[in-house]
């Protein structure tokens, strides 16, 4: 126990000294789940938990049911290891702060990637913005591809309407693939512009994100502009 006691010390000062730049992605893990399993030597666990998942971002990005079928992995471990990417999300979505100008598509790429952390599903989200391009509202809107049948064009302009918006963005992920449209994106985009419209509200964007990437629609020229 001592022994374990005394590494742990030292982990801990090397965390607080250097931070985590020296540290290998088994010595991230296992420093972590000293806060999940007090009284044992958690490094064969964490380099378990790597071979099992392939990779860092493996493990945090892994279902917590399939965390727990690892011997050792109790419901608080997998609880740990999943709150992790969620706070880290929520970190970043907190920098970018509520009130952020949306002037252009770079600034809205990077005010939205947040939103889009440790997502496994497509989501869809609206940013709703007033005649300076200052966001009003970020919000989830549909849980699911932007092009299926369940996604409201009626929801998205009435949100828009209830926000009192000069213009909106819209924004959706790929999690399985690459940052570009596809030609049914560019069309669901049209429909939506053209519902915008028709009651006084531009739609200034959408931009599509996958992992750390996004595009811009609009930049592509959709939107009848560049």
């Known amino acids: 126990m001592a022994m374990h006691d005394g590494h ?6 090397r965390f607080l000294g250097t931070g985590m730049d020296s540290f290998e992605d088994h010595n991230v893990l296992e420093i972590l789940l000293f806060y999940s399993i007090p009284q044992k030597d958690t490094n064969p666990l964490a380099h378990e938990l790597i071979t099992r998942f392939g990779s860092l971002e ?9 965390l727990m079928k690892v011997p050792g ?8 290891i999943k709150l992790i990417p969620q706070v880290y999300r929520r970190y970043m979505i907190s920098k970018t702060g509520s009130g952020a100008i949306l002037n ?3 600034k809205a790429g990077v005010f939205l ?4 952390a440790a997502e496994r599903d497509e989501v869809v989200y609206l940013v709703c913005l007033d005649a300076k391009c200052k966001v009003l509202s970020c919000r989830l809107m549909f ?4 092009n299926s049948a369940h996604v409201s064009v009626r929801k998205i302009v009435e949100a828009a309407l209830t926000n009192n918006s000069t213009s909106v963005i819209l924004a959706h992920n790929h999690p399985s693939g690459i940052a570009l449209p596809s030609e049914e994106d560019n069309l669901t985009t049209l429909r939506i512009q053209a519902a ?3 009651v006084g509200i531009e739609l200034a964007d959408h931009i599509v994100v996958a992992d750390d ?6 930049d592509n020229g959709i939107l009848g502009r560049k």
């Open 143 to 146: 849980r699911g591809s932007v």
């Open 196 to 198: 915008l419209e028709a």
């Open 213 to 218: 990437d996004f595009v811009s629609i609009a």
């Open 104 to 106: 252009s598509s770079e």
């Open 113 to 116: 990637l947040p939103r889009f």
């Open 73 to 80: 992995v109790g419901e608080n471990t997998a609880a740990l």
């Open 8 to 13: 742990r010390q030292r982990m801990k000062r």
């Open 58 to 66: 493996g493990v945090f990005d892994a279902p917590a049911e399939e």
